[in-house]
């Protein structure tokens, strides 16, 4: 009999350090990574453009004309640490679900936020937690819930931004507004 749970629990426990990726598009990719840079669990966060159809996209493609891309964060993470659904509830908490033009002072198609999910287990989450967010608010949440599609590193002077340029980082954040508007949104909301 122990050697049936032993070989049960080897067979449906995750490896440790098993490294899965989350795609979140939130705004600004600046503004994204480091909130999940933080979690135990995330050993990296790169800034990059997904969800478009034009190969190889550079920020000025993706800025200024019509790519269908959008700024997003990929998130390597140890699913044995930190579950998808804790990297959910921290994508939300750093969004406004609220706007269907883009994220904060950052408006159009490649600011807009989504969860691109990999698999079923993952649309499942997202949905779920989206519903939640929107009984608890009592109206609609325009994130949309799309499938993972090829992402695209952003260019280098992208990553890290808030590490490499602390103070322009700090200075973009706080004239975009986004602050106040996460504060007037989550402020004393519970997960």
């Given at each position: 009999m122990h050697r049936l749970i032993f070989v049960f629990a080897l067979l449906f426990t995750p490896a440790v350090g098993h490294a899965a990726t989350a795609i979140f598009a939130g705004?600004?990719?600046?503004?994204?990574?480091?909130?999940?840079?933080?979690?135990e669990g995330v050993s990296e966060t790169t800034s990059g453009y997904t969800g478009g159809r034009t190969d190889n996209p550079t920020y000025e493609d993706v800025s200024y004309s019509?790519?269908?891309?959008?700024?997003?964060?990929?998130?390597?993470?140890?699913?044995?640490?930190?579950s998808y659904a804790e990297l959910l509830a921290v994508f939300w908490r750093n969004i406004d679900p609220f706007d269907d033009d883009g994220q904060f002072c950052d408006k159009g198609d490649s600011y807009r936020s989504a969860v691109?999910?990999?698999?079923?287990?993952?649309?499942?989450?997202?949905?779920?937690?989206k519903a939640t967010h929107e009984t608890h608010f009592g109206r609609a949440v325009v994130t949309e819930l799309l499938p993972t599609r090829r992402f695209y590193?952003?260019?280098?002077?992208?990553?890290?931004?808030?590490?490499?340029?602390?103070?322009?980082?700090?200075?973009?954040?706080?004239?975009?507004?986004r602050d106040r508007r996460l504060e007037a949104i989550w402020g004393g909301v519970g997960d």
């Open positions: 705004g600004c990719f600046w503004c994204m990574e480091p909130p999940f840079d933080v979690l019509d790519t269908g891309h959008r700024e997003a964060v990929q998130v390597r993470y140890d699913p044995a640490k930190v691109f999910y990999a698999n079923s287990d993952e649309q499942r989450l997202a949905e779920a937690s590193p952003a260019e280098d002077y992208h990553q890290n931004y808030y590490l490499e340029n602390p103070w322009r980082y700090k200075y973009y954040r706080y004239g975009c507004g």
